[in-house]
């Protein structure tokens, strides 16, 4: 990040006490100690001093399993999420730590036992991770200046750990209307430089509505695996999601051609020009399948069996059908709809007894439905 021209907080790699010191000297006071290699928040401290270095220091190397600990410069703020889906901001959310919103009339003890009880109303895959008044919380409320016994605000957020984690929870706030574009562009070039199509920028930033130069906000990880859908601010996106990830909704061109021999060869013909336009094409009846290079392909089935192998098969641009024989009218339509269906000739054959000539205009008013989905 730092070599690509973008905010980033100074650090070093420190593998002894007497480094973390010397490293802690250089950067400044207050510091983020935390393990080089681990996820979820885990052994990160913050509000580092001189006093607390060591015991920082001594529990991030105990989780750490290459014995790596950063020190760290830390920035003023609150972690920003910025979920980046294929070139283009997907949402954004600020990342509070666990913790309530006042009412202006309950204690901090009471607003957390009654979260805590409403939480367990809930199943378990919804609930959050918070717990009754402990140690952590204690230490965090004094930092804000509350006790247990506190009546804040109504709207302050009363918040229980110092920073959010996966180990520990937190509240999110949607902010992706928010975001000022000099951040967004920071987050885009980052996910660029590392080659991603979809990575979760954290930006820590007292105000991510202004821009990172002017505040001193960091770029603090880009995640390449963010969890999407864990929450109901996540969820809401889902579908945009889908939409870029599944070019032209998900679907490829699929042509049907309806008859005998004549019917082939046309298909054929429309096939071919498909392939030479820079598609992978494939071409199929109910009794040959012939590949994007013209090679046969043996597969089980009829047509409707080769129809729904085939568009399992990521090798498969385009489709062009020949339905040579009435097998749709008692197996069904094999896709929802096509885009476009050719009745050649009425040389279609019954799949029935004596297996004679079909009724082709009952099986053309099916097949012609078909492309109107």
Request: aromatic content about 6%.
């Given at each position: 990040l730092s070599d690509a021209g973008l905010p980033s907080p100074r650090h070093k790699v420190a593998r002894s006490v007497e480094e973390a010191r010397a490293a802690a000297i250089e950067i400044g006071f207050p510091l983020v100690v935390k393990p080089a290699d681990r996820e979820r928040g885990e052994g990160v401290c913050i509000d580092v001093t001189p006093d607390t270095l060591q015991s920082a220091f001594e529990e991030?190397?105990?989780?750490?399993?290459?014995?790596?600990?950063?020190?760290?410069?830390?920035?003023?703020?609150?972690?920003?999420?910025?979920?980046?889906?294929?070139?283009?901001?997907l949402y954004a959310v600020k990342r509070l730590p666990i913790g309530v919103y006042a009412d202006g009339i309950g204690t901090v003890a009471e607003l957390v036992a009654a979260e805590c009880a409403r939480q367990q109303l809930l199943p378990p895959w919804q609930r959050t991770r918070i717990q009754p008044v402990d140690a952590l919380a204690l230490q965090t409320l004094e930092k804000d200046g509350l006790t247990p016994q506190s009546v804040p605000a109504q709207g302050r957020?009363?918040?229980?750990?110092?920073?959010?984690?996966?180990?520990?929870?937190?509240?999110?706030?949607?902010?992706?209307?928010?975001?000022?574009?000099?951040?967004?562009?920071?987050?885009?070039?980052?996910?660029?430089?590392?080659?991603l199509e979809v990575a979760g920028v954290d930006i820590i930033s007292r105000d991510i509505a202004q821009p990172w130069h002017v505040n001193?906000?960091?770029?603090?990880?880009?995640?390449?695996?963010?969890?999407?859908?864990?929450g109901d601010i996540s969820r809401k996106y889902l579908d945009e999601?889908?939409?870029?990830?599944?070019?032209?909704?998900?679907?490829?061109?699929?042509?049907?051609?309806?008859g005998g021999a004549a019917a082939w060869?046309?298909?054929?013909?429309?096939?071919?020009?498909?392939?030479?336009?820079?598609?992978?094409?494939?071409?199929?009846?109910?009794?040959?399948?012939?590949?994007?290079?013209?090679?046969?392909?043996?597969?089980?089935?009829?047509?409707?069996?080769?129809?729904?192998?085939?568009?399992?098969?990521?090798?498969?641009?385009?489709?062009?059908l020949v339905v040579e024989n009435d097998e749709f009218l008692s197996a069904g339509l094999p896709l929802d709809r096509v885009d476009a269906v050719h009745g050649v000739d009425d040389d279609v054959r019954s799949c029935g007894p004596g297996r004679g000539v079909a009724d082709t205009s009952r099986l053309e008013r099916l097949v012609r439905g078909w492309a109107l989905g």
């Open positions: 991030a190397q105990r989780l750490s399993p290459g014995q790596q600990v950063l020190i760290e410069q830390q920035v003023e703020g609150v972690c920003h999420r910025l979920f980046i889906a294929f070139g283009r901001l957020f009363v918040r229980l750990r110092s920073i959010e984690s996966t180990a520990w929870g937190g509240v999110d706030e949607e902010v992706t209307h928010a975001i000022h574009p000099h951040n967004l562009a920071a987050a885009l070039e980052a996910v660029a430089q590392m080659n001193g906000a960091v770029i603090n990880e880009v995640n390449y695996a963010p969890l999407l859908g864990g999601y889908l939409d870029r990830l599944l070019v032209n909704n998900g679907r490829i061109p699929v042509e049907v051609y309806i060869a046309q298909a054929r013909a429309r096939w071919s020009e498909i392939r030479h336009a820079g598609q992978r094409a494939w071409l199929t009846s109910a009794a040959q399948t012939l590949d994007a290079e013209g090679e046969p392909v043996p597969l089980t089935g009829g047509l409707f069996g080769r129809v729904r192998a085939l568009v399992l098969r990521q090798t498969v641009d385009a489709m062009v």
